[in-house]
């Protein structure tokens, strides 16, 4: 054997010599710092003998020394070095001499090129004065690998290194069913230190499934490969673990260095005694916790439906033994004999080669594209719940975020999924019994399962669906299955089951009782088989006879464990299509014996709608057949929750209800919901629209908004989803008989914004709600109201008018679901209800919905036929015949032919059509108002009236760029979070809502002829240093976000100026700074940015015509800007070297043509447009920069008029004591104080 009888100190991380050997330690950074030197030099000189390979029978080890900088971890050498080049290698003795070297205490350096190294005795001695550090430093080597395997490592350690493999093996396969609670957000100082660690692991795991190397374990798994699974499992617990006796720095530190020997026992060792903790009987949460949630959710991106949900969100089951004996209930049992045989028959029939002459097998075009995860981590939720190893898509989102996460890690990901899908017997047992455990809990007094997988197998399931998408949706469409992959499936089967009952035909809804949990494997494997045998490998390696767990934690502490062996597993993103599976057999089956009988079957998941033409002995044998289908693969029908609903106006024979209750079907005389919407009589399907409302969590809602203490997450829910509640049923609904929910919606929505702002004598609660939500005694003017439901970038509060809203939804669910049902009837049933639909409810209502929207709302002839078919908007507007409207024919209603094919599209332009509209009529609107204002009183400080320029002033400085983007501002950073006080403010101010302050003003003396002070003058005071209060907010803002964005620039230098050294602009960033920038003269000069505030509604804008055109006060600021700084002998500065850039803004968000252009080349940059970049994510940085903006203007004006009203307050309070002149002496102001106004 060779022996490797000496360790070369210089190539070892110097805080493990430091932590290891202490004085010892520091005497050998010392030497190496004097040696490091030396070495690059000897390589220099004797670089042509380094390039060799040592003699035959030697090992030769060559170790990087490199270090990077500040980290203390070592580089690999195939990063830093060319091949054969490294800095030091060590040449083993031979094994003759080994013994000789044993025998001997005199050791003697020998190195690769033959050189001498006479310098090594002081470092030799250092080394062997310490025995541990020798043996340290030894291990360390060991633990080393040459080369990498695939992909490029990104440490030097791997699972087997010292500091990780003997750690991993004290970790049993029982202490990773714990479940590892993690914090949500990744630092962003640990983001790149995240990315690379999570890429090495992912290498590591890819690199020993594909070499299955490693020493033998009981199991017959390689022990490598358990350690690389434990690693990869364990590694977000590790590093994002709420466990505060490490402090996460240091746990970045260790893992690079490749050192876990501390860190996972304490993890270990946390995580069971937070599991074994008993946490007593559940608490019912107050609303105060709910409010905390909704906040917390509120601050992650994409969390406003989350909050939403915090808001709703079911009690959970106490953990005691009733809810375990019921949950358990829920999850019954399957032959395991017969699983297994369906599994082995399945695999064997996804493995038969294809007949001579048939098609080849579908397969993606692009496979395993990591684009598409990529799609899927940045489409899901940051609030998005972790599996029990701890792991969330936003770590992965923090992840992906980089540069070597949009790159090597993604290929990473697209490696393991690939051999996942093509090769899932590579993956030990070990592997698939974490893949597949999950977190279970119960909520509600149902005590509804809900079972949370690893992230990890939900993107991979997920990503999987979308690349199978077109097959799926062929198996499905065929089966008329509509619950997977089929675009608009819910409203294609509502609106069949529409037509079908109004064209005078019966439709029998049928109820499955937890039909997910008690579906059987066997069909779901049988079919698997059958229609994507290329999943089969994959799909049987997570239902075999390896159970998925589910664990359950107890009040108590207990963790108790449910194995699922039936159904699909929930956590399972591949579980919906699995269970639609099982039923495409039973659809076609029943299709083909019942089809000719005028029968028709609609299934979305497990929601199946029959159609039948009448009702007769023969294909009445459709239900207990389908209940008999059902039975057999475990899926049971709930026959007294399952109805039949006859068609309008039909008298049921005796014949007819014999029949139906023979098939165990009760008779819905009124309606029926398929799908979620109702049908039937109009005053049913009214009366299910209002209870969507009233019961569906809308008014629940709206009275938790009201009393919730953060008003910016308020007003986030409420308009992106309270606002949105009535979104489902617009689309399923006719426009008519969803009209009076839409209204009380609407109602409600304003309500809560008036409760939110705080004006005084809003209605009380219940008051409102007992009287149906009337809008009789609102606060707010009409013309606020109108103002409120305008989009944010009109101008608006982004509260939209559901009223309004019903026509676009309603009409674009048309565009595409109506042409697509129309083509999908067949059979004796399908030509019947295709020669009726033109005479249907439906139809009639539709075309009066085109022609309401064209004579009443102002929608011109060339608008909608630009948005919906031609063909149907000219009949809609024929006129009128003696009879009536004439009926469309059916070609007519088939017609595919409007520029709008699909309902989003057609929603979004009809919407943006009508949004148009009601602006012009908002802006009419102000016509009315009176030419002086009405202040309010002492009395009634929020009840005046503003006048008319100054209405249109404020209008249209906030329909400008970046006008009222701080509503759309999510509390994600500080940059962007507003103090519920100041948020209260801007909003009053947005909608013209000012309050009474005092009948003079104190510092300027206005009012003394009886003008009112209202918050207007406190903003625009001349006297009130307006200027100073609003720049330095704005310029320390921006200089935040400059510093987010890693732009180099300096506030308030003088540095650019030549002539007059006392001047200084408020941010200058340095010349080269914005690299990635379009613009050459902001990519190659230093940017002057100098930052200015203009308040449209003060007397001088006024008088200069803010009212009656867009930006005049914006533009007499930077006008005024060039002019000081090009007067000649004024200031002097190199414009060759800087470009003056002027951000002007206004009160209400409108930024100065040169700002917007600003913020435009930062966006630019911030993606590396220039350098290729992803620009695609331009428009998110402008966003985000506008919303900065805008927020720090806004916070700024509040406060500014907190401070005026508290000089108000202290001056009356000394004029009350006569302790202070009442002469016009400053009154001093109190920066940053923050005072409730009421």
């Known amino acids: 054997m060779t022996l490797l009888h000496r360790v070369n100190v210089n190539e070892l991380p110097r805080n493990h010599l430091k932590a290891e050997t202490g004085g010892a330690g520091r005497e050998v950074n010392r030497i190496q710092t004097v040696n490091r030197e030396k070495e690059e030099r000897h390589h220099i000189r004797h670089a042509e003998k380094h390039t060799g390979e040592g003699a035959r029978g030697e090992r030769v080890l060559r170790v ?298 579908w397969r993606p075009e692009t496979e395993f594209d990591p684009q598409v995860l990529l799609q899927v981590i940045n489409s899901r939720s940051s609030n998005s719940g972790a599996g029990n190893d701890g792991q969330r898509f936003s770590h992965l989102k923090s992840i992906v975020n980089t540069k070597i996460g949009r790159e090597e890690f993604s290929n990473a990901m697209s490696s393991l999924w690939r051999r996942l899908i093509n090769d899932p017997n590579a993956f030990p047992p070990e592997f698939w019994t974490l893949w597949k455990q999950s977190s279970l809990i119960a909520l509600g007094e149902k005590c509804r399962p809900v079972c949370i997988g690893m992230t990890w197998r939900r993107l991979i399931a997920a990503g999987t669906v979308r690349e199978w998408k077109p097959k799926l949706e062929e198996i499905f469409r065929e089966a008329d299955q509509f619950g997977v992959a089929v675009a608009g499936g819910v409203e294609q089967v509502a609106m069949d089951a ?329 059979g004796p049933l399908g030509e019947s209800v295709r020669v009726r639909i033109p005479g249907t409810v439906l139809v009639e209502r539709m075309g009066d919905a085109i022609k309401e929207l064209n004579q009443e709302h102002g929608i011109s002839v060339e608008i909608l036929k630009g948005i919906l078919p031609p063909s149907w908007v000219e009949w809609a507007l024929e006129p009128t015949g003696e009879t009536g409207r004439r009926q469309p024919t059916v070609a007519e209603l088939a017609a595919h032919d409007g520029e709008s094919t699909t309902p989003r599209k057609a929603q979004h332009k009809l919407g943006k059509a009508i949004n148009k509209i009601q602006l012009e009529k908002f802006m009419e609107s102000l016509e009315h108002l009176p030419q002086e204002a009405v202040p309010p009183t002492r009395d009634n400080p929020y009840g005046g009236q503003e006048a008319r320029n100054m209405a249109y002033a404020r209008t249209r400085s906030s329909q400008g760029q970046g006008g009222h983007a701080f509503l759309r501002a999510a509390p994600t950073d500080r940059a962007r979070e507003i103090p519920s006080n100041e948020f209260v403010y801007a909003t009053r101010r947005a909608l013209g809502i000012e309050e009474f302050l005092a009948e003079r003003c104190p510092r300027c003396h206005r009012g003394r002829e009886g003008e009112i002070i209202t918050t207007v003058h406190a903003r625009t005071c001349p006297r009130d240093g307006a200027q100073v209060n609003m720049h330095e907010p704005l310029k320390y803002a921006l200089s935040r976000a400059l510093n987010g964005l890693r732009v180099k620039h300096d506030v308030e230098s003088g540095a650019p100026f030549t002539g007059e050294r006392n001047l200084s602009m408020d941010i200058v960033i340095r010349p080269g700074a914005l690299t990635n920038a379009s613009s050459p003269g902001y990519r190659n000069k230093g940017i002057l940015l100098d930052v200015t505030h203009a308040d449209p509604q003060a007397q001088v804008h006024l008088r200069n015509g803010s009212a009656t055109s867009d930006g005049t006060e914006i533009q007499a600021s930077e006008a005024r800007k060039r002019q000081h700084y090009s007067r000649p002998g004024h200031v002097s500065l190199d414009e060759r070297s800087f470009k003056l850039t002027t951000l002007a803004v206004e009160s209400f968000g409108r930024l100065g043509e040169e700002g917007y252009e600003f913020i435009d080349e930062l966006a630019t940059h911030a993606v590396g447009g220039r350098d290729g970049g992803t620009m695609a994510l331009k428009g998110v940085f402008k966003e985000r920069l506008l919303q900065i903006v805008s927020v720090a203007t806004q916070v700024a004006i509040s406060r500014r008029v907190q401070r005026y009203k508290l000089a108000l307050r202290g001056r009356q309070d000394a004029e009350n004591r006569r302790t202070r002149s009442t002469s016009n002496q400053s009154t001093p102001m109190i920066w940053g104080w923050s005072v409730d106004a009421s």
């Open 64 to 361: 990087p020394m490199t270090e990077r900088p500040g980290t203390g971890t070592l580089e690999e050498a195939w990063n830093l070095a060319p091949r054969g080049t490294e800095a030091s290698t060590l040449v083993p003795v031979p094994d003759a001499e080994c013994a000789r070297v044993r025998s001997s205490r005199d050791t003697v350096w020998v190195h690769g090129c033959g050189a001498q190294h006479s310098r090594r005795d002081s470092l030799e001695a250092a080394v062997q004065a310490d025995p541990g550090l020798q043996l340290r430093a030894e291990r360390l080597i060991r633990g080393l690998n040459d080369e990498p395997h695939g992909a490029r490592p990104l440490y030097i350690w791997n699972q087997d290194s010292p500091g990780i493999g003997p750690a991993l093996d004290d970790v049993s396969m029982d202490d990773l069913s714990l479940r590892f609670q993690t914090v949500k957000k990744v630092q962003p100082r640990f983001a790149s230190d995240h990315a690379r660690l999570q890429t090495h692991v992912l290498h590591l795991v890819n690199k020993q499934l594909a070499e299955g190397g490693g020493a033998s374990s009981a199991t017959g798994t390689p022990l490598s490969t358990i350690r690389v699974i434990k690693l990869w499992y364990l590694l977000p617990g590790i590093l994002h673990s709420f466990d505060g006796r490490i402090a996460r720095k240091k746990r970045y530190n260790s893992l690079k260095r490749g050192d876990i020997s501390s860190v996972l026992p304490w993890l270990i060792e946390y995580t069971k005694a937070a599991s074994a903790r008993s946490r007593g009987p559940a608490r019912e949460d107050t609303p105060d916790d709910k409010f905390k949630r909704a906040a917390r959710a509120c601050r992650h991106s994409g969390g406003v439906k989350d909050a939403a949900r915090a808001l709703l969100a079911d009690q959970p089951s106490p953990g005691n033994d009733e809810t375990w004996a019921r949950l358990k209930a829920k999850f019954p049992h399957e032959d395991p004999v017969q699983v297994e045989q369906a599994i082995a028959e399945a695999i064997a029939a996804s493995r038969t080669e294809e007949e001579e002459g048939s098609a080849p097998r």
């Open 498 to 826: 529409q037509l079908v009952h109004q064209t005078g035909h019966w439709v029998v809804q049928t109820d499955c009782s937890n039909a997910f949990n008690t579906g059987k494997r066997t069909a779901i494997m049988a079919q698997a088989a059958k229609s994507v045998p290329d999943l089969v490998g994959y799909i049987a390696r997570c239902y075999d006879e390896i159970p998925a767990k589910a664990i359950y934690a107890m009040d108590s502490g207990e963790r108790r464990t449910i194995e699922c062996k039936s159904g699909v597993q929930q956590g399972d993103g591949m579980g919906p299509p699995l269970f639609c599976f099982i039923l495409v057999p039973i659809v076609l089956k029943l299709r083909a014996k019942y089809d000719h009988l005028g029968v028709c079957l609609k299934a979305y998941m497990d929601d199946i709608s029959l159609h039948f033409k009448n009702i007769t002995a023969e294909n009445i044998q459709v239900i207990p057949d389908l209940v008999d289908e059902l039975e057999a693969v475990g899926i049971i029908v709930n026959r007294g929750k399952s109805s039949a609903l006859p068609p309008p106006g039909h008298d049921v024979t005796p014949a007819e209800r014999r029949l139906l209750g023979d098939a165990g079907l009760p008779i819905a005389e009124e309606g029926i919901t398929v799908v979620g919407v109702p049908i039937g009589t109009d005053a049913y399907v009214e009366d299910i629209a209002m209870k969507v409302i009233t019961e569906g969590g809308a008014d629940k809602l709206a009275r938790m908004l009201v009393r919730m203490p953060d008003k910016q997450v308020a007003h986030l829910v409420t308009s992106q989803s309270l606002t949105q509640r009535s979104g489902y049923i617009e689309r399923g609904i006719n426009h008519k008989l969803v009209r009076g929910a839409c209204k009380r919606l609407d109602n409600m929505v304003m309500w809560v914004l008036e409760a939110t702002m705080g004006l005084r004598d809003t209605e009380v609660e219940e008051e409102f709600f007992q009287d149906d939500c009337q809008p009789d005694r609102f606060k707010l003017k009409p013309y606020q109201q109108a103002q409120a439901r305008l989009s944010t970038g009109a101008g608006g509060l982004g509260l939209p008018a559901a009223v309004m809203r019903r026509f676009s939804a309603s009409l674009g669910n048309l565009v595409d679901t109506l042409p697509a049902v129309i083509a999908a009837l067949r």
